[in-house]
């Protein structure tokens, strides 16, 4: 399995490999929970190689990865899941995985694996662990990873081997924004109701900034250097940068009392149609303005 992350607005590719060590390499696949929607693909100008009304599922399944061991593969609100799924007698500390690709990986203090990228990581979150009862009702028990070098195992506490066993980890990701040779700080975050996420902040000279936007450089300050601008930036719920901007006159950030001078935005919304509004502080005497605005 392959994680692809793009990041910035000139796009990088960073891939990590996850790759489950001595598993069944002819597991059988299927698909699972069948969706009404259907897909065409008719590509070329040969008709017989068209295809029609191809079925989507909701989940994936690999079945027999492991001894009494099958492997299913979804999606849950944006991130990307997959359970381990044990029938009784399976043992659960048979089954690793390797992570290649990062820089470092390394285990946190919350029991999440966290892969070092160039411009961020990924994190393989601490799994939810439960057994399924005789009724079909779930009982939680612990479960944590353990880590040696790059591969990962799994132990459980208090799992009764009679019972069927579900381990449920995320892929999640983490990323910066910031330039190569400056300074950034995030003042305010808001989410819309796709995941979208929008940041607000101050950043210093070299930051990213997209093509396109409001503004492409900071404002220079009275000594010619940037000391600071606000910006704004948009993310999709997967992590990939929509849009940054700076958006701030020649105050100086730097020069303010405990840092309040320049631009500051304290606060950031977003509409039902994708307005977004940013609150702040500013001591530029330039800061940008519209027409007809109240003041």
């Given at each position: 399995m392959s994680l692809q992350r793009t990041m910035g607005p000139s796009p990088q590719l960073s891939v990590v490999r996850l790759t489950f060590l001595g598993a069944n390499p002819a597991a059988a696949v299927s698909g699972i929970d069948l969706q009404a929607s259907t897909s065409n693909y008719f590509l070329g100008k040969d008709s017989s190689k068209w295809q029609r009304d191809v079925p989507h599922y909701a989940r994936v399944k690999y079945e027999h990865i492991y001894p009494g061991t099958d492997l299913v593969y979804y999606s849950r609100e944006g991130e990307f899941e997959y359970d381990l799924m044990l029938q009784p007698g399976a043992k659960p500390e048979g089954i690793r995985?390797?992570?290649?690709?990062?820089?470092?990986?390394?285990?946190?203090?919350t029991g999440d694996v966290y892969i070092?990228?160039?411009?961020?990581?990924?994190?393989?979150?601490?799994?939810?662990?439960?057994?399924?009862?005789?009724?079909?009702?779930?009982?939680?028990?612990?479960g944590e990873y353990v880590l040696a070098g790059n591969t990962v195992s799994f132990k459980l506490v208090g799992h009764d081997y009679s019972r069927p066993v579900v381990i449920d980890p995320v892929l999640t990701y983490s990323t910066y924004l910031v330039g190569t040779s400056s300074w950034a700080q995030a003042t305010a975050v808001a989410v819309d109701a796709t995941g979208a996420f929008y940041v607000a902040g101050v950043a210093g000279?070299?930051?990213?900034?997209?093509?396109?936007?409001?503004?492409?450089?900071?404002?220079?300050q009275y000594n010619g250097a940037c000391n600071g601008n606000a910006f704004v930036a948009k993310f999709r719920s997967?992590?990939?940068?929509?849009?940054?901007?700076?958006?701030?006159g020649s105050g100086d950030y730097s020069a303010g009392q405990f840092g309040d001078g320049g631009d500051k935005p304290l606060a950031v919304a977003v509409s039902t149609s994708g307005e977004v509004y940013i609150a702040g502080t500013t001591a530029s005497f330039d800061y940008p303005v519209t027409q007809g605005a109240f003041q």
């Amino acid at each position: 399995m392959s994680l692809q992350r793009t990041m910035g607005p000139s796009p990088q590719l960073s891939v990590v490999r996850l790759t489950f060590l001595g598993a069944n390499p002819a597991a059988a696949v299927s698909g699972i929970d069948l969706q009404a929607s259907t897909s065409n693909y008719f590509l070329g100008k040969d008709s017989s190689k068209w295809q029609r009304d191809v079925p989507h599922y909701a989940r994936v399944k690999y079945e027999h990865i492991y001894p009494g061991t099958d492997l299913v593969y979804y999606s849950r609100e944006g991130e990307f899941e997959y359970d381990l799924m044990l029938q009784p007698g399976a043992k659960p500390e048979g089954i690793r995985f390797s992570l290649e690709g990062g820089q470092w990986v390394q285990l946190d203090s919350t029991g999440d694996v966290y892969i070092a990228l160039p411009q961020g990581g990924v994190k393989v979150k601490k799994p939810t662990v439960y057994d399924v009862l005789a009724n079909g009702s779930r009982r939680r028990i612990n479960g944590e990873y353990v880590l040696a070098g790059n591969t990962v195992s799994f132990k459980l506490v208090g799992h009764d081997y009679s019972r069927p066993v579900v381990i449920d980890p995320v892929l999640t990701y983490s990323t910066y924004l910031v330039g190569t040779s400056s300074w950034a700080q995030a003042t305010a975050v808001a989410v819309d109701a796709t995941g979208a996420f929008y940041v607000a902040g101050v950043a210093g000279p070299d930051f990213p900034v997209t093509p396109g936007t409001y503004q492409q450089a900071c404002v220079l300050q009275y000594n010619g250097a940037c000391n600071g601008n606000a910006f704004v930036a948009k993310f999709r719920s997967d992590g990939t940068l929509i849009y940054s901007t700076y958006i701030g006159g020649s105050g100086d950030y730097s020069a303010g009392q405990f840092g309040d001078g320049g631009d500051k935005p304290l606060a950031v919304a977003v509409s039902t149609s994708g307005e977004v509004y940013i609150a702040g502080t500013t001591a530029s005497f330039d800061y940008p303005v519209t027409q007809g605005a109240f003041q």
